[in-house]
């Protein structure tokens, strides 16, 4: 059963640094593109960033570029969010999601119009606050 893990979220100032985890189980990430979206209340699921399998294409929404980093730890089965800078807009639930190479064209094209295969998971709260 393909299961991805969100953790890391919670609250932080603005200025500050968190960074997302997120665990694959049931299957490994070698072969699967991986991405970051998030969803705010009241707004449409943005693709934050998005990474392929070899890690040689990588996306990032003008939003987050410069202070976001994704990364990603095949041995580990692991994928990385690392946000620095935090504004009070990236307040939001953020959310793993993985693609097979089958379905993957580009990062970006991955993070605009996900595929309908891409696996998500449950999310993780990110607040942003003083």
């Known amino acids: 059963q393909v299961q991805l893990v969100e953790s890391g979220g919670g609250l932080v100032q603005p200025g500050g640094s968190l960074r997302l985890s997120c665990e694959a189980s049931?299957?490994?990430?070698?072969?699967?593109?991986i991405g970051w979206f998030r969803q705010a209340p009241g707004k449409e699921r943005e693709g934050v960033s998005c990474?392929?399998?070899?890690?040689?294409?990588?996306y990032y929404a003008d939003s987050v570029k410069g202070r976001f980093t994704i990364s990603r730890d095949n041995a580990e089965n692991t994928v990385y969010l690392h946000m620095n800078g935090l504004k009070p807009e990236d307040t939001a639930v953020y959310y793993c999601?993985?693609?097979?190479?089958?379905?993957?064209?580009?990062?970006?094209?991955?993070?605009?119009?996900?595929?309908?295969?891409?696996?998500w998971g449950q999310g993780t709260q990110v607040t942003v606050s003083s």
């Open positions: 990474i392929s399998s070899s890690g040689g294409n990588t």
């Open positions: 999601a993985a693609v097979r190479e089958l379905f993957f064209t580009t990062a970006q094209a991955m993070c605009v119009h996900p595929d309908s295969e891409t696996n």
């Open positions: 049931g299957f490994t990430l070698d072969y699967y593109a």
